[in-house]
């Protein structure tokens, strides 16, 4: 299991039915995170539904 697997970031897309990350690089931040490890991603939030929950009421 990745770290992008507990990311915010990282939706699934119904029309190609798979995952990917939703952060919206241009194409030189593109290249630095792909050569990095997800372990070190500056982009990472932890998806953390009780905390939604907790906001909601």
């Not at 990745?2 to 290249?31: G, P, R, W």
């Not at 070190?40 to 909601?56: A, G, R, S, T």
């Amino acid at each position: 299991m990745s770290a992008c697997e507990h990311c915010a970031n990282y939706v699934y897309d119904d029309e190609y039915e798979c995952y990917f990350c939703d952060i919206n690089l241009d194409e030189d931040e593109m290249a630095r995170f792909m050569s990095q490890s997800t372990d070190n991603c500056h982009y990472f939030q932890l998806y953390d539904e009780y905390k939604i929950v907790e906001k909601q009421n």
